[in-house]
Each structure stands twice: as C-alpha cells, then as structure tokens.
C-alpha cells in the first residue's frame, strides 16, 4: 500500500473551496488508487503463473509484466497479505481452473500489478506538485493580505489554487479511469477465458473497495452497534426454543468466532460474512447491484441467508445431507464465484454466436461490465434482457440519421447489433411472459403475478421505446442506446411496482 | 422475491399435475423454435410468420397448462402473452400487419424515413407514451408508501417530460406539439407527483428556447415535424 498524500494545511486558502471548485477531490482520487496493493496483486500473480503449465509464449508475457512491476515498484509490502497457495489450491481445485489457464491468471495478474503501480507512481507525485503548488501561493496570499494589496491581486492568487487542484483532478482522474478500464478488462478475461473469478482481489486492487479483512472488522463492529444486545437479551430470556432465538444464538456464535483472535482466519471470515448477511437485510434498503449478476446487496444477503438456513438444515428430498456453518458458508461463496464466471463466460459466448467477433464480443461486455446495462442478459432471465435489446434496436434505428459512433466500430458487429437488438427485446419479454406462467404453475398467486408482470413488461416498452427516442434524436446511436436501456430498465421497474400497487389498491 | 432461486424452492411444495408440466414446457419449447426461426428467417413474411405462430402457439399452450388452477389462470395468462407478443410487434418490428395494413409506432419502419415530430416518433405518438410512463408514475406516487421505486417513477417521468420539453423549445415548437388531451392527462397525473414532471417539461422548455435551433442535416426529418403535423405516406410504403 503507498502513502498518499494528504491535503496541505493551509492558513488562508480553504481547501473545502478548492475541493468545491474543481468538482472533486484529487487527494482521494489518488488516496483510492494508493489503497491498491500491486505487491500483494504480483504475489499472487507469480503463485498462479508457477503452478501452472506454462508454454515458452506465456513465460515470456509474465516476465514481460514482471519486469513492468518490477520497474515501478519501490515500496514496502502491503498490509493485507493473501494466501497464494490456497487461492490457487481454491481454483485448481473448487474452480476447476486448468493447468494451462492458472498460468494465464497469472500473467493477467502480473499485468494488472504493473498498471496499478504504474498509475500509483504517476498521480502520486502530482498530488505531491500540487500541494507544493498550494503551500506557495497561500504564503503568497498571507502576504499580500498583510500588505493590504489590491483585491486583484488578491482574487488572481486565489484563482490559481482553484485551477491548479482542478488540473490536477483532471489528470489524477484520467489516469485512474484509465487503470478501471484494465482492471475491468483484465477482471472480463479472467472470468471469460480462463474461468477464475478473482474476488479476493477486492480491497488490494485499487479500486476504492474495502480490503477483505477490514469488511469483517466493519462487519463484527456493525452487529455489535445494532444488534448484539438485543439477541443476548433474546436468549437470556428463556422459554422455549424458537427459530428467531436460534437464529439470535448462531449469530451470538458468529460474533464470538470472528473476534477470537484465536480462531482460524476462515472460521473468522465465513463467521463475519454471515454477520454481514444479516446486517445488509437488517438495514432493509437495496444498495449496491452487482453489476454482472445483477442484484441488489439486500437480495443477494436475504438469498444467502435463507440458503444458509435451508442447507445447514439439509433438503433431504433432495438427497442434500446437512452441513455445518462454515461449510454452507464456503460453499456460497464458491457458488457466486462460479456463477460471476459462467455468467461472462456464455454471455461473451452468446455474442459471439451471434456473429460479433471475439474481440468485440469482450469487449462489448467489459463495456457494459462497468454498468447496469448487461446484468440480467448474462443469467439469461428477464428485464435487463429486453432491455438491452431495446436498447440495441434504438441504437441501429437512431443509425439512420447518422452512422456517428458506430462507424468507428467494426462493420460487422454493427450489423450483428441490429440483428441481436431486434431478437434479443423480443426474447427478453418473451421470458419474462414466461417465468410469469412458470411461477404461477408452480403456487404463485395469479392476478399479483399477471398483474405485475404485465406493468413490468408495459413499462419497460413504453420508457425503452419513449426515452429511447429522444435520446437518438440528440446523442445518435450511443445515447439511444444508454437511454434506451435506462428507460427500459426503469419503466420496468416502475411499471412493476405502480401495477402492483393498482392491484392492491383495487383488492383491498 | 420475484423469480428468485429462494421463491422457487418455496414454490417447489407445490406439486402441478404432470400433463401441465409437460404443456408449460411444451409451450416454452415452441417459443424456442419460434425464436431460432425468426433469427433464421431471411425475409420480412418469414420473420412475421415465424413471430407470431412460436409465440401466440407457445403461449396458448402454456395458457392452457394453468388450468388446473381455475379459468382465470388460463384466461389470465393468454392475455399476458398476448399483451407482450402484440405490444412488442407493435412497439419494435414491422410484424404486426391487419388487412394488409401494417401497424407499428416507429415512423422509420412505417413511412421509409425518420419523419416524426421527435425523430422516430409523431408527436401524438410521443406524448401518449408520456401518458404512460406519467400513470405508472402516479400510481406508484399516490396509491402507497413513497419508496425508491416511486422515485425512480417520478424521474422518469421527469426525464421524459424534460426531454420533449428541450426539443419543442430548441425548434420553436408550439408548446407540447399541440397535444393538449395527453398534456391535460399528464398534468393530472403529476398532481401526485407533486408537479415535478410540469414543472421539468416548462423549464427545459425555457432552456430550449434560450438555446439556437438546430440546424438542417441530421434533424431535417424531425424538423419537419416541428408543427405537429407529421407526413406520412401510403401504409406501409417503408415495410422492409
């Protein structure tokens, strides 16, 4: 982890002001890239690439990115180590990620090492340049205040702090968009090609996300806030066993274990990701979308925690023995991990067999990756699938009045999108029509499921077609086809709810 | 929960007779051939013949599929897929043609051009779509609690309603293109709402108006149609 500098302590410029001005603060653009531990990222990187199979090609790749690392690497080891030889033990292994393909991984990781320390040694010293910069002018201005200079003068000292921190946002924030998008392709590749979803990467990579071992602190002291008195009280209270009460002792449990500093480290973190289940669908609000498998972090907690339930339980008319804490934990885990892989890996294969080429298959979903726009089409399931569709079919229909941004692409993948647009909305309803009937065979109320459903499909037309429209009439294919899919996306969502709440309003 | 993994295991209790399961998936395995034909069909009556019959087929097996759970079910599901079969032919493709008249929203694939007030839309077109979003809008607002889904309701609304509102401004329009009944509709809709989406059309109306009209080029189509009165010719001259 690098050291990233703080803002100056400033006597008569204000850096709120500064901040306020530039639209944004360099020194946590660049404290966010600084978090990013590229030592720990080429650790794992070179246990990857060594227990792999490694052709004469791929050896000179991962030396290739070595030496990059090597080159812009000056600091000290970082603060939150990782396992290697587990995590490559866990994708050999659980993940069933070839010989050949762990030395692809590691090349991968090596590469995505030298870009992190590469961006870390760039903006490092500009913050640096800047906060020098801001010493002198504040000096400047104490003076000329004390010599009661002219309010020009004055004015023009304090205008030049403001666009200096501005051009230095710009440039600390141009070369961290840049590190996103090699982060994201390098994250597409992995999942897409060599079948390895790195999660554990999250905290060390430098992307403003928190470091596995700090989420279990936050997520210990959390419970400990919010509910630990009122489950112990639960549970002093006696009576009979309940499955609020047992649920109140497993989470007593869970607490004790991941603050036994004595404790196995996995013990202590599957203990605090069940706690932070709870916390999530205590809390009660949808948050952050996981922008590949599409859902919420409240539905994505409530999900592992009925499974947690039902698992440790065992189905038995399943065949499914019951299992301890620990394992249905780990066994979750792996499962999102495999589900983030198959998801990219048949979404860039369902691209491809449309005709787009690979490179733009890859490309199109390390784009879309980054949003909301892809995450639903990748399960296969419903809305963001019609969404994406209308967006494409506004995308090419905007085409007409001007091939502006789409002719910078590969001809082909533009007719592939006129095609897979026009399909892939019909297909995307089409199956929302039909996980509809499916539910309801299955004991789904009728008029709540239809009714619904309906609004979500009448919804997501009308904002994709509407919205879809204006957009291409002023920003061509590419804001037709955000705007397209935003209008569908939403009007789904919206649709969805106002028809349920007509539905409810008029059967009491 | 919606279609969740949790909802379907909670649902698996409930055991359908096996003729329906065999009739739900038999439905879904037609709209799969139906979707793999229409992908394959070269010409635009293949495509139309491929559409309708995988999908109203489909449908009406799975419809039929319900009836162990009563008529409504069955009477029910026919009409949603109905709605979502036709609505789309309606809204996306050129598949929805009636005594040789072809019925679809986007003036490109009716007319051969972009000749719309908005670009690909008449402005009547346009504005009843904001009827629309604006009711889901109200009803999300005035029937229940006020939750992020609201929100997002009324944004988009907004949005939609800010949007038109630029456009008529930039070219000079008449305020709403002349589609008074629908701008009475959504005034009304936006009572709940309280005014948002009235007041985001009249402002970027103003912001519009403040801003040079756009020039000939890529929006001679939509200029044309600035007045309200759209030109269109013979049905289905611009069929592809």
């Not at chain 1, 650790?43 to 030396?63: I, M, P, R, V």
């Not at chain 1, 004055?154 to 501005?166: C, G, Q, Y």
């Not at chain 1, 947690?308 to 792996?334: F, K, W």
Request: hydrophobic content about 45%.
């Amino acid at each position: 982890m690098g050291t990233a500098q703080p803002p100056p302590n400033l006597r008569y410029l204000s850096v709120a002001d500064l901040i306020a001005s530039a639209g944004g603060s360099p020194w946590d653009v660049n404290a966010s890239l600084q978090r990013g531990e590229p030592d720990q990222v080429a650790e794992l990187g070179q246990a990857f690439h060594d227990a792999g199979l490694c052709t004469s090609q791929a050896s000179e790749d991962f030396q290739a990115a070595r030496l990059r690392f090597l080159a812009s690497w000056d600091r000290e080891t970082g603060q939150h180590p990782i396992d290697d030889s587990a995590e490559v033990r866990h994708a050999a292994g659980r993940m069933g990620v070839q010989l050949s393909q762990l030395a692809d991984v590691g090349t991968e990781l090596e590469e995505l090492a030298a870009a992190l320390a590469e961006t870390q040694r760039l903006t490092n010293p500009q913050v640096g340049g800047l906060n020098a910069v801001l010493m002198g002018l504040d000096a400047s201005l104490g003076i000329a205040l004390s010599n009661r200079s002219a309010r020009a003068v004055v004015d023009r000292l304090r205008e030049s702090a403001r666009t200096a921190t501005r051009q230095t946002l710009e440039s600390v924030t141009a070369l961290r968009d840049g590190y996103s998008a090699t982060l994201t392709a390098a994250m597409t590749h992995m999942r897409a090609l060599d079948g390895y979803s790195p999660d554990v990467l999250q905290g060390v990579d430098g992307d403003g996300g928190v470091p596995e071992a700090d989420q279990a602190r936050l997520a210990t002291d959390r419970y400990a806030d919010t509910q630990r008195a009122a489950d112990q009280a639960l549970v002093d209270a006696g009576g009979p066993m309940t499955p609020a009460k047992q649920d109140a002792m497993n989470r007593l449990r869970d607490y004790v274990t991941s603050t036994n500093e004595a404790a196995p480290a996995d013990a202590r973190r599957l203990a605090a990701e069940r706690l932070e289940d709870f916390n999530t669908v205590r809390q009660g609000q949808p948050s952050v979308t996981d922008p590949i498998l599409g859902t919420s972090s409240y539905d994505r907690a409530n999900q592992r925690l009925e499974w947690q339930r039902r698992l440790e339980q065992g189905i038995p008319s399943m065949g499914i023995a019951d299992r301890s804490a620990d394992q249905v934990t780990a066994l979750l885990d792996d499962a999102e991990q495999q589900a983030k892989v198959l998801a990219t890996q048949r979404t860039v294969k369902a691209l491809e067999q449309q005709g787009m080429s690979p490179a733009g298959a890859m490309a199109a979903v390390d784009h879309l990756s980054q949003g909301m726009t892809w995450e639903e089409l990748a399960t296969f399931t419903n809305k963001a699938s019609g969404g994406l569709g209308d967006g494409l079919e506004q995308a090419t229909r905007a085409e007409s009045f001007g091939r502006h941004v789409l002719d910078a692409s590969n001809p082909a993948d533009v007719e592939v999108l006129e095609r897979l647009g026009k399909r892939l909305g019909a297909v995307g309803y089409v199956l929302d029509a039909g996980l509809a009937l499916n539910a309801i065979e299955n004991g789904a109320p009728v008029g709540e499921t239809l009714a619904k459903t309906g609004g979500g499909i009448g919804g997501g037309m009308l904002g994709g077609f509407g919205l879809g429209a204006l957009g291409g009439s002023y920003l061509g294919p590419g804001g037709a086809l955000v705007l397209g899919v935003v209008g569908s996306i939403g009007g789904g969502i919206a649709g969805e709810e106002g028809v349920e709440k007509v539905y409810q309003w008029a059967t009491g | 929960m919606g279609h969740g993994v949790i909802s379907a295991a909670q649902w698996a209790a409930v055991h359908p007779p096996v003729w329906s399961k065999a009739l739900l998936y038999s439905g879904f395995a037609v709209w799969v051939i139906g979707g793999i034909a229409l992908v394959r069909a070269k010409d635009l009556s293949a495509q139309r013949r491929a559409y309708w019959i995988g999908f109203l087929g489909g449908g009406a097996l799975a419809a039929v599929a319900l009836a162990f759970r009563g008529w409504v079910a069955t009477a029910g599901a026919a009409a949603l897929v109905a709605f979502t079969v036709v609505g789309y032919a309606y809204f996306f493709t050129s598949y929805l043609k009636v005594g040789g008249r072809v019925f679809t929203l986007s003036e490109r694939r009716r007319t051969g051009t972009a000749s719309g007030a908005y670009g690909d839309l008449t402005a009547p077109k346009m504005w009843w779509i904001i009827v629309g979003i604006a009711a889901i809008g109200a009803a999300n607002t005035a029937l229940g609690p006020w939750t992020w889904k609201s929100t997002l309701a009324v944004v988009l609304t907004a949005v939609m309603t800010a949007a038109g509102g630029f456009d008529d401004g930039r070219r000079r329009a008449t305020v709403v293109r002349g589609q008074y009944v629908q701008a009475a509709l959504v005034i009304l809709a936006s009572v709940p709402m309280w005014g948002i989406p009235v007041a985001a059309y009249l402002l970027a109306f103003v912001a519009g108006r403040m801003r040079p009209p756009p020039s000939s080029g890529r929006h001679d189509a939509t200029a044309r149609g600035a007045t309200g009165v759209p030109h269109p010719p013979p049905d289905g001259a611009g069929e592809r």
